[in-house]
């Protein structure tokens, strides 16, 4: 379950999309946040909502170019923003790799210190969307869509020549599966 793409206010019509979970008028419901210097996002190109005015577009890596170009726009990318830590890493049968909100409760409880960067420790936010419920079809939705920092970026324009900066970032699930860094507890 990977969920619509956003639908933020006055940005692309894009079909099917809903409004997004933790970000624009939802992002009180959000838990991490970053210092942004708006006066680098040219007017109009941020979000437009109130709750985030001119905040970047936020976006998620792993999607697909077509999916990252319908959000962000052809002339931008998609760049992560926060390094994923060893404890935002679970074993499956496949090895190790970026924990999600597919994996509760079999992978990880999802509690406040369960991990580093994920979303919505405890569901909190979910149980927000599901008019208080911690069950049914909506809450169900929203923790299966629920990541770590491997999903959360901004759409940016990058200088011909430069890369996004998380592409610095080490894959430190892919280390832990390697046996070059110790699992996490």
């Given at each position: 379950?990977?969920?619509?793409?956003?639908?933020?206010?006055?940005?692309?019509?894009?079909?099917?999309?809903?409004?997004?979970?933790?970000?624009?008028?939802?992002?009180?419901?959000?838990?991490?946040?970053?210092?942004?210097?708006?006066?680098?996002?040219?007017?109009?190109?941020?979000?437009?909502?109130?709750?985030?005015?001119?905040?970047?577009?936020?976006?998620?890596?792993?999607?697909?170019?077509?999916?990252?170009?319908?959000?962000?726009?052809?002339?931008?990318?998609?760049?992560?923003?926060?390094?994923?830590?060893?404890?935002?890493?679970?074993?499956?049968?496949?090895?190790?790799?970026?924990?999600?909100?597919?994996?509760?409760?079999?992978?990880?409880?999802?509690?406040?210190?369960?991990?580093?960067?994920?979303?919505?420790?405890?569901?909190?936010?979910?149980?927000?969307?599901?008019?208080?419920?911690?069950?049914?079809?909506?809450?169900?939705?929203?923790?299966?869509?629920?990541?770590?920092?491997?999903?959360?970026?901004?759409?940016?324009?990058?200088?011909?020549?430069?890369?996004?900066?998380?592409?610095?970032y080490e894959n430190v699930c892919e280390l832990i599966d390697a046996g070059q860094l110790p699992q996490p507890d």
């Amino acid at each position: 379950m990977t969920g619509a793409l956003p639908k933020y206010t006055g940005k692309a019509n894009i079909e099917g999309s809903e409004p997004p979970l933790f970000a624009g008028n939802n992002n009180p419901l959000s838990r991490s946040g970053m210092c942004v210097n708006l006066l680098d996002i040219p007017p109009g190109d941020g979000l437009q909502e109130p709750n985030a005015p001119n905040c970047p577009l936020p976006c998620n890596p792993t999607w697909s170019r077509a999916e990252i170009d319908l959000v962000c726009g052809e002339a931008r990318e998609c760049c992560q923003t926060t390094a994923v830590t060893a404890n935002d890493c679970v074993e499956d049968a496949s090895g190790w790799r970026p924990v999600t909100g597919q994996d509760i409760p079999t992978l990880t409880d999802w509690s406040g210190l369960a991990h580093d960067t994920h979303q919505d420790p405890n569901g909190t936010g979910c149980q927000t969307h599901a008019d208080g419920a911690r069950s049914g079809p909506v809450f169900e939705s929203c923790i299966g869509q629920l990541a770590v920092a491997d999903q959360r970026g901004f759409c940016i324009v990058l200088e011909p020549g430069t890369t996004c900066p998380a592409d610095a970032y080490e894959n430190v699930c892919e280390l832990i599966d390697a046996g070059q860094l110790p699992q996490p507890d």
